[in-house]
């Protein structure tokens, strides 16, 4: 800090540095004494903008001329766009250059500062903002994403471990067969031959006991077998069997446990403004604001309990008789299937090769429908099956009921049982007790969903059987308690489930939370299905009609 300037002593002024100063000149940020006033005002050069000291605005400081280290530059030379000072336009050098203000410079320059100050807080800033939460986003994803491919990995070779299990066992089962046979034809021989032994050595003991007798009858009537014994008896030879193993194809093998596709990173340029993505995801299909009723089928039911999509437009019905009636979006009826016993179908559902497949109570039977022949996959002793659903793995996840009354879900592959779920970690029943609904569907990510009318809850656990949550209905005004009854996932993993006793479907996340409802006028709603295109197919039980309806 300069003497002059120390907070001890007065300031004076920049020009004749004797008198205090009192004013202040904005334009050459300059103090002035009140007779040095007069004398810079004389300088018609400039627009002077002379004002108390007091009343000063902070003014900028003017940069000091690289030529003349004395001078500030107090001007802007726009044709070689640089700062001067008095001394550089009395040189000369700037003759005839156009020359403002260096403050009318600034002025310009920090209205566009102010611009560019502007669009980065507003505009550009958030945008990295956005970039940077996506990508925390993303890495938060990361365990629960991977950890779901480690699971379908470990789950692929569970599958195979049992498959392969079931061929070892099978060949183990063979040989023990062949074993069994084998075993018993060397013992039939043997029998054969100590039978003929046995007679041998009688035959023996006789001819000794005749030759020591003096019975001359014995000997007259002796008869000599021995030519019969001569032809000995057939001697059975068996093989073994042996066991060629297959060579591993370990190429092949990789291809038959499953693929995982490569890791997609890609970079996206061009606008700067667009958010960059690493990682490429599918697109997400919105749920709409207000769901649109598109079709509507009279299924011709007394009552109606399940519907199944065979396709966009052609579902399978099963209502209050003994007919399971295949009809299109007019209500044309296409086929009809009868159950085998006579009684009422309990549920129906579509494999992936599209089959028809129904449970019956009534003789503790699911029976598959394949090319207009009806046949019993699964017989069940001790227990009734209700419910069922088809897997991505085209699986069969059947809910069963007990005669005391105990439900669980048991998967089948064929007609092989692979899974049983019924209790959970602390062995408590999962599932409540009784004869009532419970729905199932299996979701994209592969967790089990039964939709519990007696506890009115739907009940979801994982591919393990691992109970996740249970969603017991939105804390919003009901008419009546929570009723699901149908239940069905889609493409985005939302779980949908009608409310019966309040006419509406809820819609949950993969996680249970409530995410909205569909309403469209529903009467009763009872079975659940979505096709392929994720339009959602509702059959109203007392008006029997199913509802075609678009909600993504």
Known sequence: MHPRRSAQEVLLCDLCETVPLQSHCELCNINLCKACVGEHLSDSSKKHHVMPYLQRKSTPNYPKCLKHVEKHCELHCENCDIPVCIK????????????SEFLEKLSAKTQNLQKDLEELETRI????????????????????NYGKLTTAAEKEGEILHREITAIVNQRKSAIQEMKNKHLSTLNKNTEEITQKMAELKQIISD??????????SLTSTYKSRNSEFRTLPSKVRVTFPSFTPQKINKDQFNEMFGSLSPLSINTEHGDTMKSAKAVSFPPVKPLLDEPRLTATIDTGYRELYSVSCLSEDQVWTRGNNKTIKLLNLQSKLLTSIK???????????????????????SNNTVNLIKNKKLQTV????????????CTVVNDLLVIM?????QSKVVRYSGSTEKQSIQFDGQGRPLYSSGYNYKYISENRNLDICVADFDASAVVVVNQSGKLRFRYTGHPSNTKQSFTPVGITTDSQSHILTADHNNDRIH???QDGQFLRYIHCDLRAPFGLCVDIRDNLFVAECYTAKVKKIQYL
């Open 88 to 99: 550089c336009v009395s040189s000369g050098k700037h003759e005839g250059h156009k020359l």
């Open 378 to 389: 699964i017989t069940l002793q001790g227990w009734s099956p209700r419910f069922v659903c």
């Open 339 to 361: 159950t085998k016993s006579g009684y009422w179908p309990r549920d129906i559902t579509v494999t992936r090769d599209g089959d028809l497949v129904y449970t019956d109570s």
């Open 507 to 509: 819609i949950l996340d």
């Open 401 to 405: 009921i007990s005669d005391d009354k």
């Open 207 to 216: 001819l000794k006991s005749i030759l020591k007798s003096n019975d001359v």
């Open 125 to 144: 800033y958030p945008r990295y903002e956005e970039m940077a939460s996506s990508i925390q986003t993303e890495k938060a994803d990361i365990e629960t």
